[in-house]
């Protein structure tokens, strides 16, 4: 009886602590299309590709740009687009599916809801991923949210946004270089041995700040940190104590393996210069 | 009017032929990472895909790319590709993104990519747009915290040999063409869009030290110098065959030269004797005879391709083992420390 009074506004969605992983490559992406979205149009909008992780993760790993039309309120979405670049991507990475839709801007609007009740349909609660190109509020705003559905009893009132913890993953950036990304131009992709010395440099600069901060505290410049200073003696101790004569032995018949080989790969290839002139030179006449 | 209209074509086809060769490919980072992307999730298996861009002046920009599907031996299915490809440049078209075909990258690994097939794909390629790229990308190596990108195009001369099915060792020798003059590698530029320089700038995680320099710093490079020195002694082993047929060529040269002028001698004794005995001599050639046809000689083409990925083997043990050295020596200073 009791039950029956009661009106109840229910949640729609179970999923409670759902997070979402976004590559660079997807932000990249969203900004290329921005950059070369049609006139007049004042946002862009596209389909996120990934697949749910077992413990509910939404794993982002690609997106494409759809065409769309906004205005007053009315959404025009290229759905025949949509479909054929799903099936073209789907050939290439079967295991990719649509796990959303993302958009420039700030926030959610309108509009939002309406393209969200699309999605809904291709997929079972879509995340909505939103990257501020226009830096409105002098800064980068990149967000995620997922929608629950406001209902009351059969009627649907209303849609609500809520936000869900964003990871941008930078791995793959991390393998181009950052300095290489961040810069508009850059004159060449930085070889191996100018990526090792940089590497290099970047452990010199943390020894340095370590043998800083010891000599701070020690010194009693700085306070000491218990935290930082078990770390620093976990390092200190992932170290091998070894006495120096092993250590040199080591080192040392590392060293001749590769002196080894790299001496055979040089022979080697001094023997296809030879091999090469032996060749075209060798006529019968 | 026509006529006019085909002058012009002929103008614009003459000034084309004038472009200044290409120097530099300036890819977008959104294409690299694209291309990452996909061969990392298909490694070790190796796609493919293509490339999408402008060509200005003596610059390839590089804006964007499509992977293809992995192939199938099938002509269904390759109709199935060829449609793909069109329905892809169709859809990237509506959303502005170049649509121009420029080349084409692929994965490989440890760089062994210098076969037939990539030949004959430049050429098929080269046949439609004049100027292209060959962009690859080793996804092997990233484990090693470096970025294999590389550029490749055919040399013109190497070209020219190719299509009319010259490289025998007489025209080399004229054009002065060696194995390294196959493939000429153009320097890659990158270029961001100020947006995302910016958004860049702004998402750079503060930590002073990044996954790239673990990898890098690592001491052990075992497993990978011990797959390229298989690579090389497989491709040793190949060579030395090709060697062998060209050994087998000249022996069998030699030995018709050999029949040729025991045949030749005697055909002149016996002209003598029928001189002498007042009749006409014989012609000193006979093209029905079979030591006279010629022996076809062997291609090339193969030893020179065995040859370059020796060459590239080679580099890169030589590399690998040179910043082992450096990593080593860094090991040292610590340990003194």
Same mark, same amino acid.
């Given at each position: 009886?009791?039950?029956?009074?009661?009106?109840?506004?229910?949640?729609?969605?179970?999923?409670?602590?759902?997070?979402?992983?976004?590559?660079?490559?997807?932000?990249?992406?969203?900004?290329? #299309?921005?950059?070369?979205? =049609?006139?007049?149009?004042?946002?862009?909008?596209?389909?996120?590709?990934? &697949?749910?992780?077992?413990?509910?993760?939404?794993?982002?790993?690609?997106?494409?740009?759809?065409? @769309?039309?906004?205005?007053?309120?009315?959404?025009?979405?290229?759905?025949?687009?949509? @479909?054929?670049?799903?099936?073209? @991507?789907?050939?290439?990475?079967?295991?990719?599916?649509?796990?959303?839709?993302?958009? $420039?801007?700030?926030?959610?609007?309108?509009?939002?809801?309406?393209?969200?009740?699309?999605?809904?349909?291709?997929?079972?609660?879509?995340?909505?991923?939103?990257?501020?190109?226009?830096?409105?509020?002098?800064?980068?705003?990149?967000?995620?949210?997922?929608?629950?559905?406001?209902?009351?009893?059969?009627?649907?009132?209303?849609?609500?946004?809520?936000?869900?913890?964003?990871?941008?993953?930078?791995?793959?950036?991390?393998?181009?270089?950052?300095?290489?990304?961040?810069?508009?131009?850059?004159?060449?992709?930085?070889?191996?041995?100018?990526?090792?010395?940089?590497?290099?440099?970047?452990?010199?600069?943390?020894?340095?700040?370590?043998?800083?901060?010891?000599?701070?505290?020690?010194?009693?410049?700085?306070?000491?940190?218990?935290?930082?200073?078990?770390?620093?003696?976990?390092?200190?101790?992932?170290?091998?104590?070894?006495?120096?004569?092993?250590?040199?032995?080591?080192?040392?018949?590392?060293?001749?393996?590769?002196?080894?080989?790299?001496?055979?790969?040089?022979?080697?290839?001094?023997?296809?210069?030879?091999?090469?002139?032996?060749?075209?030179?060798?006529?019968?006449? | 009017?026509?006529?006019?209209?085909?002058?012009?074509?002929?103008?614009?086809?003459?000034?084309?032929?004038?472009?200044?060769?290409?120097?530099?490919?300036?890819?977008? /980072?959104?294409?690299?990472?694209?291309?990452?992307?996909? &061969?990392?999730?298909?490694?070790?298996?190796?796609?493919?895909?293509?490339?999408?861009?402008?060509?200005?002046?003596?610059?390839?920009?590089?804006?964007?790319?499509?992977?293809?599907?992995?192939?199938?031996?099938?002509?269904?299915?390759?109709?199935?590709?060829?449609?793909?490809?069109?329905?892809?440049?169709?859809?990237?078209?509506?959303?502005?993104?170049?649509?121009?075909?420029?080349?084409?990258?692929?994965?490989?690994?440890? /760089?062994?990519?210098? $076969?037939?097939?990539?030949?004959?794909?430049?050429?098929?390629?080269?046949?439609?747009?004049?100027?292209?790229?060959?962009?690859?990308?080793?996804?092997?190596?990233?484990?090693?915290?470096?970025?294999?990108?590389?550029?490749?195009?055919?040399?013109?001369?190497?070209?020219?040999?190719?299509?009319?099915?010259?490289?025998?060792?007489?025209? %080399?020798?004229?054009?002065?063409?060696?194995?390294?003059?196959?493939?000429?590698?153009? =320097?890659?530029?990158?270029?961001?869009?100020?947006?995302?320089?910016?958004?860049?700038?702004?998402?750079?995680?503060?930590?002073?030290?990044?996954? #790239?320099?673990?990898?890098?710093?690592?001491?052990?490079?075992?497993?990978?110098?011990?797959?390229?020195?298989?690579?090389?002694?497989?491709?040793?082993?190949? %060579?030395?065959?090709?060697?062998?047929?060209?050994?087998?060529?000249?022996?069998?040269?030699?030995?018709?030269?050999?029949?040729?002028?025991?045949?030749?001698?005697?055909?002149?004794?016996?002209?003598?004797?029928?001189?002498?005995?007042?009749?006409?001599?014989?012609?000193?050639?006979?093209?029905?005879?079979?030591?006279?046809?010629?022996?076809?000689?062997?291609?090339?083409?193969?030893?020179?391709?065995?040859?370059?990925?020796?060459?590239?083997? #080679?580099?890169?043990?030589? /590399?690998?083992?040179?910043?082992?050295?450096?990593?080593?020596?860094?090991?040292?200073?610590?340990?003194?420390?």
């Amino acid at each position: 009886m009791a039950s029956s009074e009661r009106t109840v506004l229910q949640l729609s969605s179970s999923s409670q602590n759902l997070s979402a992983k976004v590559p660079a490559l997807v932000i990249f992406n969203i900004c290329d #299309c921005y950059v070369r979205r =049609p006139d007049q149009a004042e946002r862009v909008i596209g389909t996120l590709l990934g &697949c749910v992780l077992p413990d509910g993760t939404v794993d982002v790993r690609n997106s494409y740009a759809v065409p @769309h039309n906004e205005s007053l309120g009315q959404v025009a979405l290229d759905i025949e687009y949509h @479909h054929t670049m799903l099936i073209s @991507h789907q050939k290439v990475n079967p295991k990719e599916v649509i796990v959303g839709w993302y958009s $420039t801007g700030l926030g959610v609007n309108g509009g939002s809801a309406l393209i969200h009740e699309f999605y809904s349909r291709e997929v079972s609660n879509p995340i909505h991923l939103t990257v501020d190109t226009g830096f409105t509020n002098g800064e980068l705003t990149i967000k995620a949210y997922v929608s629950h559905n406001l209902s009351l009893g059969d009627w649907q009132m209303a849609a609500q946004f809520q936000e869900i913890p964003l990871d941008l993953r930078m791995e793959e950036a991390d393998g181009v270089g950052f300095d290489t990304l961040k810069a508009t131009a850059v004159d060449k992709i930085p070889n191996e041995l100018e990526v090792m010395e940089a590497s290099m440099e970047r452990l010199l600069a943390l020894i340095d700040d370590i043998y800083k901060y010891v000599d701070d505290v020690v010194e009693g410049h700085a306070l000491p940190d218990n935290n930082v200073g078990r770390l620093i003696s976990d390092a200190v101790g992932s170290l091998p104590k070894l006495p120096a004569s092993v250590f040199d032995k080591l080192l040392n018949d590392s060293l001749q393996d590769y002196l080894l080989l790299f001496y055979l790969s040089s022979i080697t290839r001094s023997q296809l210069i030879l091999a090469e002139k032996l060749n075209t030179a060798a006529q019968i006449l | 009017m026509a006529n006019t209209m085909a002058k012009s074509f002929l103008q614009v086809a003459a000034t084309e032929e004038a472009a200044p060769p290409l120097r530099v490919i300036q890819m977008e /980072g959104v294409a690299i990472l694209k291309i990452i992307k996909h &061969c990392k999730d298909h490694s070790p298996t190796l796609v493919t895909g293509q490339l999408l861009g402008l060509d200005v002046g003596s610059v390839l920009e590089v804006t964007n790319c499509f992977p293809f599907p992995i192939r199938e031996e099938d002509e269904e299915i390759e109709a199935d590709g060829a449609n793909y490809q069109l329905e892809m440049m169709r859809c990237l078209r509506e959303v502005n993104v170049d649509n121009n075909t420029v080349g084409w990258y692929q994965s490989t690994l440890l /760089g062994s990519f210098q $076969t037939v097939e990539l030949i004959e794909t430049f050429m098929n390629y080269q046949e439609n747009i004049r100027r292209c790229v060959c962009i690859i990308y080793d996804p092997s190596r990233s484990d090693q915290g470096v970025l294999a990108l590389k550029a490749l195009k055919l040399s013109d001369s190497f070209m020219e040999l190719y299509r009319n099915n010259n490289i025998t060792g007489e025209k %080399l020798r004229e054009k002065n063409l060696s194995w390294v003059d196959i493939f000429e590698e153009i =320097p890659i530029k990158v270029s961001n869009s100020a947006l995302i320089s910016a958004v860049m700038t702004k998402l750079k995680p503060n930590t002073p030290v990044t996954q #790239c320099d673990y990898d890098r710093l690592r001491l052990s490079s075992s497993s990978l110098m011990e797959r390229n020195m298989e690579f090389l002694i497989e491709c040793m082993d190949d %060579l030395s065959m090709e060697q062998q047929k060209f050994q087998f060529y000249y022996r069998n040269l030699s030995r018709q030269q050999a029949q040729q002028q025991a045949w030749l001698q005697k055909r002149r004794a016996e002209n003598m004797t029928r001189k002498a005995a007042g009749e006409d001599p014989l012609p000193e050639e006979d093209p029905t005879n079979h030591i006279f046809k010629p022996i076809p000689e062997p291609s090339r083409l193969d030893s020179f391709l065995i040859t370059n990925q020796i060459a590239n083997y #080679c580099n890169q043990i030589n /590399g690998v083992s040179g910043q082992s050295l450096n990593k080593l020596y860094l090991m040292k200073a610590l340990q003194e420390d």
